[in-house]
């Protein structure tokens, strides 16, 4: 008997008041076809009604890939657990999920997506749920917010226990009754192999989770093929766990791209190709957050100014001597910019994301280069909640896995928002000062807690146009300052707190501000030749 169904077959598949797990990163791996049934079905029957949904990362993207807007509706869509969700600029029209969040007509959480998968992973074990100190004085606690994104969110998913004379974290695990995951192709028995998707992402651990449980496992690919015609390492779900197949031939690989064969793994792009970053003062902070990297390091990055870090190692001569680790699972090669986000160029590996997030949370690597919304006096920073502009963040997504137990974190950011500033004389210039102060008395969100990491003795760093600032168990100190700044109308005017300063307090090279290459050296103690370490 064919497992091939239609998508609108697959939808009618969807009961009432069921729990629903989608696998999908932005719009890497998003089984869109089967989500976008599902809605239509909505609109014409009226059913599904009050179905929960579970999205490790995120489902969709605000660029063509609706993802979970498609599900967005209020009497479909009763409560929803999202690693992240759709982002985009402000000046767009936010998602509808964001304005069903915005309006309290869905219970919304956003929980750390590494978290996410462990509760999949204890789901498809009949173990009772997750016990973690991941997430422990972050949003996450119970004690602060508990996951809850609105008042609609009324009902907890995490507690505070005691357990082996230790304080944890516990979320009980959810039984999804049907999992919707995507391959790149399936024979007639439901093997799934993926060679056109830059990632696995957690599809197999959400397909088990179903299928142990009673539940079922929809997946939408490409094509299909002939039993027996896959080779049996290539396959990653295999079709004893799959009851349905859907066919959806123009599938985007990811966000605004149909197929790039490099970000599969299939060809590798000569290094020649990958463009520089502009000059700009982004550049100039992606600069000195290099000069932290040592040769031989692990080194996770995430979005916003730190993912421009592998093109000034490209641009230095320096690439190879870092190897890079994404929470979507590639391992090494050049990671992607923009709408391919999340993929990566050359790869040497790519791990399932639910693997990769073991690593993050044991603090496995050697460290994360991240951005900041937000920090506070106790180093705290939020990159999780704009309550003015809520759609311009994403939520979490592997944030809090990753910075739990991070050897060392260097955070990147403009020291104001709003600020015009322009280079000049080998150092900035601020032409006009933003209005919006980002080193607050206390950050609206707790997405990294900078009183555990004193606690646990993290090395942290946050860089900015104008200032290098360091976390010690006093608070902030500012290390280093940009050539062209002033110490006390620029930085210490401009925060909220009050601000160390470092006894040796060092001048940024000039270098990073010049329109060329800076000289950057990852081996041992030195950078830029030996003149700054």
């Not at 592998?310 to 923009?338: C, F, M, N, S, Y």
């Not at 976390?471 to 009050?498: F, S, Y």
């Amino acid at each position: 008997m064919s497992k091939v169904v239609s998508a609108a077959q697959a939808a009618s598949l969807i009961k009432d008041g069921m729990v629903v797990s989608v696998s999908s990163s932005s719009g890497l791996g998003c089984p869109d076809a089967v989500l976008a049934a599902i809605g239509e079905r909505f609109e014409t029957e009226g059913h599904p009604q009050n179905i929960t949904t579970l999205h490790p990362i995120a489902a969709g993207d605000m660029y063509g890939i609706k993802g979970i807007d498609h599900l967005a509706k209020p009497g479909l869509l009763k409560r929803t657990l999202c690693g992240s969700y759709p982002s985009g600029p402000s000046s767009s029209e936010p998602p509808q999920i964001w304005k069903m969040i915005g309006d309290n007509s869905v219970a919304a959480y956003n929980v750390p997506s590494g978290i996410l998968f462990d509760m999949h992973r204890e789901a498809a074990a009949k173990r009772p749920g997750v016990l973690t100190k991941v997430g422990l004085d972050t949003f996450t606690d119970p004690r602060h917010q508990g996951c809850a994104m609105n008042a609609a969110a009324s009902e907890p998913i995490v507690s505070v226990e005691q357990f082996d004379g230790e304080e944890w974290l516990y979320f009980r695990a959810i039984v999804p009754h049907v999992s919707i995951i995507r391959a790149t192709t399936a024979d007639e028995r439901g093997n799934l192999t993926y060679e056109h998707e830059g990632a696995y992402l957690g599809g197999l651990e959400q397909a088990l989770a179903a299928r142990n449980n009673g539940g079922i496992v929809i997946a939408q690919v490409k094509r299909v093929v002939e039993n027996g015609t896959l080779k049996p390492h290539d396959v990653r779900v295999p079709g004893v766990l799959v009851d349905h197949i859907v066919v959806a031939p123009d599938q985007l690989q990811t966000t605004l791209t149909p197929y790039d064969p490099a970000i599969s793994g299939e060809i590798f792009r000569p290094l020649s190709t990958f463009r520089n970053a502009e000059m700009n003062v982004q550049k100039v902070i992606a600069r000195r957050v290099a000069m932290e990297l040592r040769d031989g390091m692990a080194v996770n990055i995430g979005f916003g100014i730190s993912a421009n870090v592998p093109r000034i190692l490209l641009e230095e001569g320096q690439h190879g001597k870092v190897t890079w680790v994404i929470e979507q699972g590639a391992v090494g090669g050049v990671p992607l910019l923009d709408f391919k986000f999340g993929c990566a160029s050359n790869a040497e590996a790519i791990m399932p994301s639910p693997h990769q997030f073991i690593y993050f949370q044991a603090g496995g690597f050697d460290a994360s280069l991240l951005s900041f919304l937000q920090i506070d006096r106790h180093g705290s920073v939020n990159v999780s909640k704009l309550s003015a502009r809520p759609h311009v963040t994403a939520g979490a997504g592997g944030f809090v896995d990753i910075t739990a137990r991070a050897k060392k974190i260097v955070f990147s950011g403009f020291f104001n928002a709003g600020a015009k500033l322009s280079l000049a004389d080998g150092g900035i210039r601020i032409d006009q000062e933003g209005k919006v102060k980002k080193v607050v008395d206390e950050v609206e969100h707790i997405s990294f807690s900078g009183k555990r990491a004193v606690a646990q003795g993290q090395d942290i760093t946050y860089v900015t146009e104008r200032c290098v600032m360091k976390l010690t168990p006093d608070g902030l100190m500012v290390t280093e300052l940009a050539p062209g700044i002033d110490l006390e109308r620029d930085v210490l005017a401009q925060a909220e707190i009050p601000l160390g300063i470092a006894n040796d307090l060092k001048v940024i090279p000039s270098a990073l501000y010049q329109d060329r290459p800076i000289g950057l050296s990852l081996n041992g103690g030195a950078s830029l030749g030996g003149t700054h370490g």
